[in-house]
């Protein structure tokens, strides 16, 4: 009995753990997280600049519309719209000054502000842009993996007219 449990034990403890990383790390590759928040009708806003979300590579793909909207009291705010993105482990929205990153290097090497965790990995969201920050100063949205350093998805923002 004492042989079997200094098998079992170890086998069981080694099983748990892998299989709680595996589920940590995979879930997100089959769970969406939808969301599909409304913008309030009675705020006044003008769309300042906009981008279409690409593919980072073949296995971090995104899709759908980024644009910054300003508000009369001049509120800046980031609308993702029509917005799907390959999900992941601790996913947060970035403004990157670089226009057109291709790789997580172009991001790293670019200056960047955080927005916040993103809500969903699919639908319509706004996120606020801080009052210290100038979009126009920023040439990307880029969706970005903090916790491993990887670009999942960016769109290059245009100003508009």
Same mark, same amino acid.
């Given at each position: 009995?004492?042989?079997?449990?200094?098998?079992?034990?170890?086998?069981?403890?080694? !099983?748990?753990?892998a299989g709680n990383a595996f589920w940590y790390l995979a879930s997100p590759l089959w769970i969406d997280n939808?969301?599909?928040?409304?913008?309030?009708?009675?705020?006044?806003?003008?769309?300042? %600049?906009?981008?279409?979300?690409?593919?980072?590579?073949?296995?971090?793909? !995104?899709?759908?519309? %980024?644009? &910054?909207?300003?508000?009369?009291?001049?509120?800046?705010?980031?609308?993702?719209? *029509?917005?799907?993105?390959?999900?992941?482990? *601790?996913?947060e929205v970035w403004l990157v000054t670089e226009p057109s990153p291709e790789t997580s290097a172009d991001v790293?090497?670019?200056?960047? &502000?955080?927005?916040?965790?993103?809500?969903?990995?699919?639908? *319509?969201?706004?996120?606020?842009?801080?009052?210290?920050?100038?979009?126009?100063?920023?040439?990307? &949205?880029?969706?970005?993996?903090?916790?491993?350093?990887?670009?999942?998805?960016?769109?290059?923002?245009?100003?508009?007219?």
């Amino acid at each position: 009995m004492i042989r079997f449990l200094k098998i079992a034990l170890p086998v069981f403890i080694l !099983g748990f753990v892998a299989g709680n990383a595996f589920w940590y790390l995979a879930s997100p590759l089959w769970i969406d997280n939808e969301v599909s928040e409304a913008l309030p009708a009675e705020l006044m806003l003008t769309k300042a %600049a906009e981008g279409t979300f690409t593919d980072a590579d073949s296995v971090h793909k !995104g899709q759908g519309m %980024a644009s &910054v909207l300003v508000s009369a009291a001049g509120t800046q705010l980031l609308r993702l719209t *029509d917005f799907e993105v390959t999900n992941g482990p *601790d996913l947060e929205v970035w403004l990157v000054t670089e226009p057109s990153p291709e790789t997580s290097a172009d991001v790293k090497a670019s200056t960047w &502000v955080s927005l916040g965790r993103l809500k969903g990995n699919k639908g *319509d969201q706004t996120y606020v842009i801080p009052e210290d920050v100038t979009a126009s100063d920023y040439g990307s &949205v880029v969706i970005w993996c903090e916790q491993f350093g990887v670009l999942f998805s960016p769109a290059t923002l245009a100003p508009t007219t």
